[in-house]
């Protein structure tokens, strides 16, 4: 089976097809478009750690059920990753953009409906809507980044990009905490019921409402940018082959492990950021207020930032496989530091895991993607669909908080990563030469 030939044209004097293989696209400005479209969704996305307590309180949710709010937002990339996929497909890289952009608009502004409803349901389908959007982003921003510049650096290009990803995560949970973890905790909604309590929820959401229409605002206004650059980028794709086949490489057992860690790993570090601020506001870990936890967020995902640029200098000189056994295990040292004690020590060991996380998912992908040779765009579809780890592993950890306490369901994102430091042994060796061709007998 043959990957997709994948034809480039551009509205600019850009290089032609065999100059682009080895050049790549000279459009600087649409490098800071993609650089843009990462900081966005992933500091989106990084408000769900905020919101969840917000719905948990309004709507007296236990651990499990607040996390649902992960399940469904991550179950879109499982949805919509070929569907989107396919609009690329269609409509290019500019227009796909743009359809992206407006989606995630109309997201936010099912905020409005799910306000006046009360209903904890109409909130879990707003966020379903926005991470489609963010899905169809993510699809563009990624393969995009890789076309904007000479092969041999997309690496760099990438590693770049995804700090700006981490630059969002920071900055977003501090500004929401402010936004709408301020007035948490000041009525208890429990002592409420009937109208007083639907009243309650209608006023009190709408603080998430405002914060989501702000953003609506300001998507439609990239997506107009993006639409004036709508036939900057043409594509033509001969497609021969798709999602089935590209099953099939789950059989190679590099890939398959890697695929389940990247399962494990989304779903690990979601879980961990969507209970921080309920974490940090008990008496015995920092005991602060939910404003105040929400506000201690960003450390999470700032290490995070911080680590990907010591671990690009470090996966220089040491074996990825070793650097990735070597974070996991960090993190479950972390984890059992914070369990095991009390205060700032707690709560702090916590938020380092951020730190420990940062590496982990491109050299996840980078390990498992060796040796598919021209399949590594097949792959990199499963790969990505694997994210849907992100909308299972939460709420379980939020089940066994429910049924033990939050340090003891812990346990599971540690589980996570004891996994992920077995395929770091695993994958320490690099594929050997004469394995380029063994995924295409999986075809």
Sequence with gaps: ??????????????????????????????????????FIFGGITSLNDVIIPKLKDLFTLSYSQALLVQSAFFAAYFVFSIPAAAIVRKAGYMRSASIGLLTMTAGCLLFVPASQSGTFAVFLLALFVLAA??????????????LLGPPRTASSRLTFAQAFNSLGTTIFPYVGSILILGSLAKIDSK????????????????????????????????????????????????????????????????FGFGTACIFLYVGAEVAIGSLIVSYLVQADTLGLGAEAAGKHVPFYWGGALIGRFIGAGVLRYVSPGKVLTGVAVAGIALIALSTHTTGLVSGWSLLGIGLTNSIMFPTIFSLASEGLGKRAAEGSGVLAMAIVGGAIIPPLTGLIADYSSLRFALILPAACYAIIAGYGVFARKPVVAAAPGLADRFA
């Excluded at 963010?134 to 980044?145: G, H, R």
């Design 191 to 254: 002592a409420l019921t009937g109208a007083a309590l639907d009243a309650y929820r209608t006023a009190e959401t709408q603080t998430v409402v405002h914060t989501y229409i702000g953003l609506a605002v300001a998507l439609v206004l990239v997506a107009a940018v993006v639409w004036t650059r709508r036939d900057q980028l043409q594509t033509e794709v001969d497609d021969q082959g798709g999602i089935v086949q590209a099953f099939g490489l789950l059989r190679l057992p590099r």
């Design 1 to 38: 089976m043959r990957g997709p030939h994948l034809h480039i044209e551009a509205t600019t004097p850009l290089q032609g097809a065999d100059e682009i293989a080895i050049k790549g696209i000279n459009a600087p400005d649409l490098q800071v478009f993609v650089f843009a479209l990462f």
């Design 133 to 146: 959007g963010i899905t169809m982003v993510q699809v563009v921003a990624n393969p995009l980044i890789s």
